[in-house]
């Protein structure tokens, strides 16, 4: 049964070509489109998974991380006055305007902190100490920021919100979904830059527990002393800033849309192929049959032959996703393809191949015995 599972198979060598390249554009298609909605969904909450904060107090009914309404900033002292805290800071997020040297003007998200170091942002510090930040006008700005500020340098000054400030670090990796450049600043410089918005307000009450602290009694306590704040834990605010953009921008449709062409794709191919070869090689499966064969026979010849196209096709198509990965970091987006998700597109590259044999199946189970000994 092996023996005339691989011989008719690969009796045409180009078509189990065709057929293995369809199957590897399936698989490829599939893991570099769920990657690249993978590294978006990673650039809106990357900034609170990096936080080392176990709890975040936002504004009621905030959408997500970027998108922020201001409370008073006073609202901190009954977060350190909450049994359990170990420290609470007030966090600021605020989009600035930056004039480049070129005369053109770019807007920026700053995050102003009064200590930075202690909740663990910015995480990829390539140049400059952050604890500088506090000594006077000074900025950090993500590397990616090259892209829409142009070439920059340490030492350099830029123009923030009509005033003067020096970068003196940068940082690596820290990105929005919107693609809009990171910067860090001292949280008085911040409220200085938007005083109408930020003069005694903040966007964000950063919270760290006690060791051994009840987080969910906490919460329960922060959303009793601020009936008009929402207290989230970093996975619900995380989820719930990954969940605004799925849901208003389209990213997971269109994400659901490739997967389902390219497992249309898969499948068409391969149920293609597998039944013209079949039809061409009738009369092997009706000696098969003659000889005393069953159609559980019959069916696992053709599962091993949707087995091979699978397994060959997905190693196929494994090796150019991860390959493209550089191409793609040069296109200042991520490629992320978790080990779950290669797993889960194996088994499912496998098991689209052998629903597609299904299609044979139904033909060569009606095929008479009797067809042999015709002439």
């Not at 605020?94 to 009064?114: I, M």
């Not at 500020?149 to 919107?178: D, L, M, P, W």
């Not at 249309?264 to 009706?286: C, D, N, P």
């Amino acid at each position: 049964m092996v023996s005339l599972a691989y011989k008719t198979l690969l009796y045409d060598k180009l078509r189990f070509f065709i057929t293995v390249a369809g199957v590897a554009f399936a698989v490829t298609l599939i893991l570099v489109q769920t990657g690249l909605f993978i590294g978006i969904l990673d650039n809106a909450t990357i900034t609170i998974e990096h936080m080392d904060a176990d709890l975040w107090v936002t504004s009621k009914n905030s959408p997500n991380l970027d998108f922020v309404h201001q409370f008073p900033e006073t609202y901190i002292e009954r977060v350190r006055g909450t049994e359990g805290v170990a420290r609470a800071d007030n966090l600021i997020l605020a989009f600035v305007n930056v004039a480049l040297p070129t005369g053109a003007t770019e807007t920026a998200v700053v995050y102003g902190l009064e200590d930075f170091r202690r909740w663990g942002v910015p995480w990829d510090m390539r140049e400059g100490n952050i604890d500088d930040l506090r000594r006077g006008p000074y900025v950090f700005i993500d590397d990616s920021a090259a892209k829409r500020f142009g070439t920059f340098h340490v030492g350099e000054y830029r123009e923030i919100q009509g005033e003067r400030f020096k970068i003196i670090g940068t940082t690596h990796a820290a990105k929005s979904f919107t693609t809009t450049p990171l910067m860090f600043m001292d949280y008085e410089r911040v409220q200085s830059l938007v005083p109408s918005t930020y003069r005694g307000n903040t966007a964000y009450v950063l919270v760290k527990l006690s060791p051994g602290a009840d987080v969910g009694a906490i919460k329960r306590a922060l959303a009793a002393k601020l009936p008009f704040n929402d207290v989230y834990t970093k996975a619900e605010w995380a989820a719930r800033s990954r969940d605004y953009w799925v849901k208003n921008t389209g990213i997971g449709f269109n994400a659901f849309l490739t997967v389902f062409l390219g497992c249309l794709v898969g499948i068409v191919v391969v149920a293609q192929t597998l039944y013209t070869s079949t039809m061409e090689h009738i009369k092997e499966f009706g000696t098969v049959k003659a000889i005393g064969g069953s159609n559980g026979d019959i069916y696992r010849i053709l599962g091993r032959q949707a087995g091979v196209s699978a397994v060959v096709g997905f190693v196929l198509g494994l090796v150019p996703s991860f390959a493209i990965r550089p191409l793609v970091e040069r296109g200042d987006l991520k490629l992320i393809i978790p080990p779950e998700l290669t797993a889960t597109v194996f088994v499912g590259t496998v098991v689209l191949c052998l629903l597609a044999a299904v299609i044979s199946f139904r033909k060569v189970a009606s095929i008479d015995p009797g067809l042999v000994f015709r002439a």
